[in-house]
Each structure stands twice: as structure tokens, then as C-alpha cells.
């Protein structure tokens, strides 16, 4: 058993995981027609097209639409793309993710908590209407997408599948994919990911994985770090015996462990700690909790000699649960009004 065995158990355990959490998570599919400004554009039967109908004069008829649901985030990354069909008169496409509240009519990235790479200057917005120096410009034919790096925090900008840069995830929250078209003519087709993307995003998910992996395998970790966070774990909450098999398990080949003090006790008789935290843990979740104070008194004094202690405290408040539990209404609210009160003195 060594460190190379875990995190070979770690890479496939977590591979699995993601595929799990990838399933459960509902993705974006098609546009949203009710959040959207749809005076200034009009959307394709199917909802995945849009093509901008208003005269683009003003910084607030701007056509944008969000996607029917948010990026999902229980994985490494997420990513779509949008299709430049016609950048109409002044190219003013947009591309970027916005939160709940966006106040549609205006471009992403230009109001508060939303960011837009710009199609007419290449510039990317980041909740502000001065834009930052960010990629190429991108006009009609170019294919331009979006993503989240949930592992790095960033968000990632491709055009024709070639990754353009990263900038910082400012924005907490739900984020939805949004496109937008600011000028006449203009008509853009989005990708959800039910067709193929122009940037290959499964190669850079494995290639952002690959990176994360790395980092981990680097990190130095003391010749049996691990095997004590398990054993102190083990130990903590009394599962003896777990850890007495555990214990039997490493013993040729780990060193010895020290356990240091834990709530000022200091650990010297491992069974004798296991075995009282155990019988603690039996009457806790029996709801004894009498019996388990007078214990704590009997076998670890110093943790209860103040009657306002916060362990105190949480017995009795767990000791009010139980009587609640069983339906004693009357003796709960005297407990309570009686020593629940006089801890918080």
C-alpha cells in the first residue's frame, strides 16, 4: 500500500464521479424566448437561431437571449459555442454568460456580474461598458464559443476552434449561457453541445484534468501523512474497530504514529480512548444523553468542568431534541426554559 495506489484510486474513483455528476445535471438545451429582449430580435422555430429586427441606434435594443437553464457546475468545465450566420451592418455579435437577474436589452458583460467577448472589436467585457484588450475580432462564418473552467475559476473564449485566452471568474452563482446582436441583418445559431463543436472540448477537459492530476501527484506529503489523517480520523470517532484492522493493516509498513493531544486529552491509551468513545457515541445516538455527560465527567473531566462549556451545550441542546422526539412537549419546554437558558447566560 503506498501513495501511488491512492491516487490511482482517487484518478478513476473521481472519473466515475464526474460521469454521475454529469448525468444528474440538467444542461442548457435551447434558448429562453420568455427572458429574452424580444423586441429588437426574433427566434427560430427550433430556438437555437436568433436574427436581430431592430435599427441598433441605442446602447439598450440590444437583442440578447439567455439559454433555457444554467451551466451546470458538479464538473470540470463547461462550454458552448455560437455560429456567426450574418454580422449584419456593424458585426455587434456578443457571447458571454449573464446571472438570473440580467436585464435584458443590454450587451453581456457591459451591466454588473456578466462578462462578453465582443464580435465587433474583440474586446472582452467584465460588468463594465470599458472593454478589455482580449482576443481577435470575429465576424460572419467565424464559429465563437464560451466556457467555464470551474477547476481554475476562469472563464475560456475559442474562435474557430482555437482557444483565444482566459480571464477571471468574477461572478458567484448561476450563470447562463447568453448570446446577443446589435445591428441590422445580424443572425447567429448556437450550439449546446447536441451538435459537434468547432474546439475540441473533450480534449481540453482531459487536458485540464491532466493538469489538476499533476499538480496533486507534485504536492510533497510526508511518508505517512496519510495513513495518520486516517487513523486520527478513525480514532476521533470511535470506530475501533475499523481502525484496530486498519492498524493491523499498515503496521509492517508504516512507522509508527504519533497522536498528539485532541481537545486538550492527551492520547496515550489508544484502546482505552476507543473504547470510551465508542460507548460516548452508542449512548449519543441512543439518546442518552445523561448518560453520556456522566460519562464525559467520568472519562474526560476537563471537557465538561465548565457547566457553560460549548460540549455541554450541545448535549443538552441534543438532550431537548430527544425529548421532543418522544413527545414530551411539557418537559422540553421546562428543560429548555431551566438549562438551555442558562448556558447562553
Known amino acids: 500500500m503506498n501513495s501511488s495506489h491512492f491516487i490511482h484510486k482517487f484518478r478513476h474513483s473521481s472519473n466515475r464521479e464526474d460521469m454521475a455528476n454529469e448525468e444528474e445535471e440538467e444542461s442548457p438545451t435551447e434558448l429562453n424566448t420568455i427572458n429574452s429582449s424580444g423586441g429588437f430580435l426574433i427566434v427560430s422555430p427550433d430556438k437555437v437561431s436568433l436574427k436581430y429586427t431592430g435599427a441598433g441606434q441605442h446602447g439598450h435594443d440590444v437583442g440578447v437571449v439567455q439559454a433555457n437553464k444554467p451551466a451546470p457546475f458538479k464538473r470540470h468545465a463547461y462550454y458552448f459555442e ?8 456593424k458585426g455587434r455579435v456578443a457571447i458571454g454568460f449573464t446571472t438570473d437577474n440580467f436585464k435584458t436589452g443590454r450587451h453581456p458583460g457591459w451591466e454588473l456580474n456578466t462578462c462578453g467577448y465582443h464580435g465587433e472589436d474583440g474586446l472582452i467585457y467584465l460588468g463594465k461598458r470599458q472593454g478589455e484588450a482580449f482576443g481577435p475580432a470575429y465576424t460572419t462564418g467565424d464559429t465563437v464559443g464560451a466556457g467555464i473552467n470551474y477547476d481554475s475559476q476562469e472563464f475560456f473564449f475559442t474562435v474557430n476552434g482555437t482557444l483565444v485566452g482566459t480571464v477571471s471568474k468574477y461572478i458567484k452563482g448561476p450563470l447562463f449561457p447568453t448570446v446577443a446582436v446589435h445591428s441590422q441583418n445580424e443572425e447567429v445559431t448556437v450550439n449546446f453541445g447536441l451538435e459537434k463543436f468547432a474546439f475540441d472540448f473533450k480534449g481540453y477537459e482531459v487536458s485540464e484534468r491532466n493538469k489538476q492530476q499533476i499538480a496533486i501527484e507534485k504536492t510533497s506529503i510526508p511518508p505517512n501523512m496519510n495513513y495518520r489523517l486516517v487513523k486520527n480520523y478513525l480514532l476521533h470517532f470511535g470506530y475501533e474497530e475499523t481502525f484496530q484492522a486498519f492498524n493491523l493493516a499498515t503496521k509492517s509498513t508504516v512507522p509508527p504514529i504519533y497522536f498528539a493531544q485532541e481537545d486538550g486529552v492527551e492520547v496515550q491509551d489508544t484502546a482505552y480512548a476507543l473504547n470510551e468513545r465508542k460507548i460516548l457515541r452508542q449512548l449519543i445516538g441512543k439518546g442518552e444523553i445523561d448518560a453520556a455527560l456522566a460519562k464525559l ?8 468542568q465548565d457547566d457553560k462549556s460549548e460540549v455541554c451545550f450541545l448535549l443538552r441542546c441534543q438532550k431537548f431534541i430527544e425529548l421532543v422526539r418522544i413527545g414530551a412537549l411539557e418537559v422540553a419546554v421546562k428543560y429548555g426554559r431551566v438549562e438551555l437558558a442558562s448556558s447562553l447566560v
Do not use: H, S
Open 82 to 89: 455560437m455560429y456567426v450566420k450574418d454580422a449584419g451592418v
Open 297 to 304: 465527567r467520568d472519562c474526560y473531566p476537563q471537557l465538561v
